[in-house]
């Protein structure tokens, strides 16, 4: 509301906006309080985009790359996240920001000589953090990964972990509070 002032080297007074010059463009400016523009209205939203964990302790195959089990979600703003087979389907084509925590254990706290996580498209590895320590792991060690990739509205991603635990049974840490093993993934604005 009001008037803007600007004044010209030539002494000419500009006083008004042209109200339908103002609107122009793909992002609608408000005017005399009406017609408030949003971020999710002119298409600038990050989603879909969802978060999950694991809400338990899970062991998993030994020196075998096995699907990490984030079966409980903390959001999912289109429902793409899927807890059965812990997978993410985008509804919406476009570049996405991936994050996964996981921390792997060896069975009573022995040691253990390698391991990591992946993060799968379409059952094939896009992205992965792994280390190959020769047995001078302690018995838990934290694995963090983040990747960006361009998907269509049929892609899935999925996160694979890995232990060769010399004990035999390597477990995936979980639980509520605080969360140990993650994964999360959001669709980035204007990329």
Not at 25 to 37: M, P, Q
Not at 88 to 97: E, I, N, R, S
Not at 133 to 146: D, E, H, I, Q, R
């Amino acid at each position: 509301t009001g008037t803007f002032t600007y004044e010209a080297a030539s002494g000419a007074n500009f006083t008004a906006l042209d109200a339908d010059n103002v609107s122009a463009g793909t992002l609608a400016i408000a005017r005399g309080g009406t017609g408030a523009a949003t971020l999710a209205a002119a298409g600038l939203v990050n989603t879909p985009s969802f978060s999950a964990y694991t809400s338990a302790d899970s062991s998993f195959t030994d020196a075998t790359w096995s699907k990490a089990p984030f079966n409980t979600e903390t959001f999912d703003s289109d429902g793409c996240y899927d807890t059965t087979n812990y997978r993410f389907t985008p509804a919406v084509a476009g570049k996405y920001l991936f994050l996964s925590t996981v921390i792997l254990s060896a069975e009573a706290d022995s040691n253990f000589d390698m391991g990591g996580i992946r993060l799968y498209k379409n059952g094939a590895t896009i992205a992965q953090t792994f280390d190959d320590n020769g047995a001078n792991f302690p018995y838990k060690v934290t694995f963090n990964l983040s990747a960006v990739d361009i998907s269509d509205t049929d892609d899935y991603y999925e996160i694979y972990i890995y232990c060769d635990d010399t004990s035999g049974s390597p477990i995936i840490l979980g639980g509520t509070a605080p969360i140990d093993s993650s994964f999360t993934a959001m669709k980035i604005i204007g990329a």
